[in-house]
């Protein structure tokens, strides 16, 4: 059993972690989408835990400007390799 999972008990947790980053965080109830928006930026998930990795990928790759993809990194290819089908 693991210690620790994405389940809706955590979700809080992952909410106050992205404040404390200095997001803006806000819930479009009709969407059913979490936003956490900083730096001109503003990132959208489906769920509180969704939304601290994706603020995470932000927060690593630093991006200034909106290019496309500005998100993605291609090597190594982890997914491949953990789950080669």
């Known amino acids: 059993m ?3 999972s994405s389940y809706p008990n955590v979700y809080n947790t992952c909410l106050v ?5 200095g997001f803006k965080l806000s819930y479009d109830r009709v969407a059913d989408a979490w936003y ?3 730096d001109g930026f503003t990132l959208r998930a489906d769920n509180p835990s969704e939304l601290l990795g994706i603020v995470t ?13 500005w998100w993605k990194i291609d090597e190594p ?5 953990l789950d080669p089908e």
């Open 2 to 4: 693991p210690d620790l």
């Open 17 to 21: 972690l992205i404040e404390r980053r």
């Open 36 to 38: 956490a928006a900083k």
């Open 57 to 69: 990928i932000f927060e690593e790759l630093k991006p200034n400007t909106h290019d496309e993809y």
């Open 77 to 81: 290819n982890l997914l491949s390799q």
